[in-house]
């Protein structure tokens, strides 16, 4: 079996310590049951009408399949990646005599569900700390706030955090981020409005090295992908990293609202292009949106869901489980 | 803005474009064009279903317009049905009949509300009005401030307030939206524009407190604030704002992105509330009404055609044109004369600069739109002359025109030579061209358009 872990699943034979194991499985299934919880609530709609769609069929006919197919499109998921996914649930139903209703739904999770694990890769802390992520996105869907709580989230699993605040554009976003830090008690470097932020990270990641800070989380400003200048800085932030620190950005999260629809694709691409984006962080799951989008990155840019945002508070941000993901989706 | 779904629909016109007539099938196959278009496009997918259906509907069984193709007519009738959708005419900004008026932001979190609170303060200001901006986010960290030093940054007046001991919540909120109202009134401020945190549609809690802020209030507009980059979802939160708030208007954010900003044809659809704004950009300036009639143009990549082909239904004779393309293609060719009603008809529709202006910018036409600002009008009046000094037998049989016959005409059309000389080449090529079309059999582009691209080279 498999261990939801920070940084993707980890297979039983990769060499863990017993103790940790079942702290993570523990911590796993606590999660699991809150994200099913939260994305459950959201999803009885969605659910209702896959039953509607599904209890009656003895056969899978085309109509089915064109329910299931409306079903995915709402959720974001797209029309190519919902295309593809519903071509091999045919043929898959076909091959297998699949005809009850249940069955071709449980069909269609694992069809999702296998996209989504897919992509899951295995994240190591670097040999020599500290570990630098840097946090990107368009405006306004919660790079601030998410790297508050994951700097909780880091603090609380007994590694030193260290945030930066390399959001300079925005009004007030340096003073929010300010405010996360004295929640959670992680100390923060930062410059002032308007100020270079790669300066600000260069600062940052000298004062982690003083202090030997195992997790630097870096705040960037939002951006749209289309602006080549603002892009540009983001690779020159990498570049930073790097230089001072060995394989610096370890990892770097673009964060997605659950809300965004098919444009989601093209900021997985672009952010991927500038500032090789390792990993999704899927915000505001709490609400009516379904984030089907993160579907279809996976299955298009093989980019893994890491952590999902559910909520305003430090502690609404779950590492992604893929299972309880899409048992919210269908259940 | 919406170059995506500008070159899908382009894409499904062409194909169209290519048939003689509308039948059910090649309509169909048109329609599942747009469909995806429209859903790549984040269209919701009922907005989607609907819309495809009024399109048939009004498609098939149409009479044919004298002066266009059945495929132009398709092309006509979706025009109109965006627009329709979004609504003819753009909307206008309500006051209260007692100063202040309150505006209301409403939306998500991240949707942008404080940025395009500061923006719409900036726009008011420069319309003469004196803004005062409240922010009521007594929950996110730092929203305030963000208020603050946007408020700064434009120079508005802004009510701080002073939260002291008060917990964030409902009735914090609510003292704060009273005491800037008043002192809005005691500043001579004639609009006041309340920031409120962002907030989902199913949170009851603090959906609750968006009606009590309305109740107190009594705002005369409620802006849903959605950002162009929403999908699916957009319909059901901007539902759920609607059914609480009844809101006014719409403003759609980040529309300087690639996004295909379809949420806004769902919203509207769902609450009825006109777009007002579009927020194109981070400065504070960024901002601007929304135009139904433009963004549907550049959805399609139309350019202005429908104008331009409602010109051309009433001033052109389409028989003519046929007559026209007929002789062109096959035996003999065009003559001068051909050409000089041509180029009379194409002038009954306007200056060739805002004839190129009116086409599409992708396609075939890609690049007319930019040549537009290049087009010497004057040409077609000295071409025009040139032919006008011909005799008829000349215009007939354009290789009878010798040396001395070209001495006379640029004489009298007050040209020179060197200009009949380049006439008679072009023309002489241009007809080559179009017989060597016929005879290929190959889809002469026989469409008004492509003539007017065509006369446009003729014209230099």
Not at chain 1, 100 to 128: F, H, M, N, W, Y
Not at chain 1, 242 to 265: E, M, R, W, Y
Not at chain 2, 13 to 34: D, M, P, V
Not at chain 2, 75 to 100: C, M, N, W, Y
Request: with cysteine; glycine share 10%; hydrophobic share 40%.
């Amino acid at each position: 079996m498999a261990i939801q872990t920070l940084f993707g699943s980890l297979k039983d034979d990769e060499p863990r310590k017993p103790e940790q194991e079942e702290e993570a499985l523990e911590t796993s299934r606590g999660f699991f049951s809150r994200m099913k919880q939260a994305v459950t609530r959201t999803r009885e709609n969605l659910s209702a009408q896959l039953d509607q769609a599904l209890s009656f069929t003895r056969t899978v006919d085309e109509s089915d399949l064109e329910d299931l197919e409306a079903i995915l499109l709402t959720a974001d998921i797209g029309l190519s990646t919902t295309t593809e996914i519903i071509d091999r649930l045919r043929e898959r139903a076909k091959r297998e005599g699949i005809e009850s209703g249940a069955a071709l739904k449980d069909l269609l999770k694992q069809e999702i569900k296998s996209i989504l694990d897919d992509v899951q890769r295995v994240v190591r802390p670097p040999a020599t700390p500290p570990e630098v992520i840097l946090m990107v996105g368009v405006n306004g869907t919660g790079k601030t706030t998410t790297s508050g709580k994951l700097a909780a989230f880091f603090q609380s699993q007994n590694r030193s955090t260290l945030l930066c605040a390399a959001d300079t554009f925005r009004a007030a976003a340096i003073e929010q981020l300010e405010v996360w830090s004295q929640r959670s008690g992680v100390p923060i470097v930062k410059t002032r409005q308007g100020g270079d932020p790669s300066a600000a990270l260069f600062d940052a990641l000298d004062a982690a090295k003083k202090r030997e800070t195992q997790v630097v989380l870096v705040d960037t400003a939002g951006r749209l992908h289309t602006k080549a200048g603002l892009m540009a800085e983001l690779d020159k932030m990498r570049r930073i990293a790097q230089k001072f620190v060995a394989g610096a950005p370890h990892q770097v999260f673009l964060v997605i609202d659950a809300t965004t629809g098919q444009n989601g694709l093209q900021q997985a691409r672009l952010f991927t292009e500038s500032a090789g984006v390792t990993g999704i962080v899927l915000t505001k799951l709490d609400g009516t949106a379904k984030g089907g989008i993160v579907v279809a990155i996976a299955h298009e840019l093989k980019l893994p869901v890491v952590f999902c945002g559910i909520g305003e508070k430090m502690e609404d941000l779950l590492q992604f489980d893929s299972a309880a993901f899409v048992e919210g989706l269908f259940s | 803005m919406f170059e995506n779904l500008q070159e899908k629909l382009q894409r499904a016109f062409k194909n169209l474009r290519g048939q003689g007539t509308i039948s059910e099938e090649n309509i169909t196959e048109a329609l599942r064009e747009i469909r995806l278009a429209l859903l790549e496009s984040d269209v919701n997918l009922n907005v989607t279903k609907d819309l495809i259906e009024h399109i048939r509907e009004k498609a098939i069984g149409q009479q044919v317009a004298t002066a266009l193709s059945p495929t132009e007519q398709v092309i006509k009738i979706i025009h109109g049905e965006l627009v329709e959708l979004l609504g003819r005419d753009t909307a206008r900004f309500k006051f209260a009949s007692q100063p202040p008026s309150v505006i209301l932001m409403a939306g998500l979190q991240g949707s942008g509300k404080t940025t395009t609170t500061g923006k719409l303060a900036q726009w008011l200001k420069k319309g003469g009005h004196r803004p005062m901006l409240v922010s009521v986010d007594v929950y996110r960290p730092a929203a305030r401030e963000q208020l603050a030093v946007v408020a700064k940054s434009i120079g508005t007046q802004l009510y701080t307030g002073n939260i002291g001991a008060d917990e964030a919540g409902t009735p914090l909120v609510l003292r704060l939206a009273k005491e800037a109202k008043r002192d809005a009134a005691n500043f001579g401020c004639d609009i006041l524009l309340v920031d409120t945190a962002g907030r989902l549609g199913i949170d009851e809690e603090l959906m609750g407190e968006m009606s009590e802020l309305k109740k107190l209030l009594n705002p005369s507009e409620i802006l849903f604030v959605a950002d162009a980059m929403t999908g699916q979802d957009a319909v059901n939160s901007a539902k759920a704002f609607h059914d609480r708030l009844g809101i006014t208007g719409v403003v759609l954010t980040k529309m300087d992105g690639d996004a295909r900003g379809g949420a806004a044809l769902s919203i509207r659809q769902v609450t009825g509330a006109p777009v007002k704004f579009i927020g194109t950009g981070e400065k504070p300036d960024a901002f601007e009404p929304f135009h139904p009639d433009r963004i549907v143009s550049r959805i399609m990549g139309l350019g202005d055609i429908a104008t331009l082909l409602e010109r051309a239904e009433e001033k052109l004779d389409r028989g003519k044109a046929e007559a026209f393309a007929k002789k062109a293609l096959a035996g003999d060719g065009f003559s001068l004369e051909d050409f000089r009603d041509q180029l009379r008809q194409i002038k009954k529709l306007g200056s060739m600069q805002s004839i190129l202006k009116m086409l599409p910018s992708v396609g075939p036409f890609q690049g007319l739109q930019a040549a537009a600002g290049q087009v010497d009008e004057s040409q077609f009046t000295r071409v025009e002359a040139i032919i006008n000094s011909m005799t008829a037998k000349e215009r007939l049989n354009h290789e009878i025109i010798s040396g001395s016959r070209r001495k006379r005409i640029a004489a009298g059309s007050g040209t020179s030579v060197q200009e009949v000389n380049n006439l008679l080449r072009q023309y002489a090529q241009m007809r080559k061209m179009f017989k060597g079309m016929g005879a290929g059999g190959g889809k002469m582009q026989r469409r008004l358009m492509s003539q007017m691209g065509n006369m446009g080279r003729f014209g230099r």
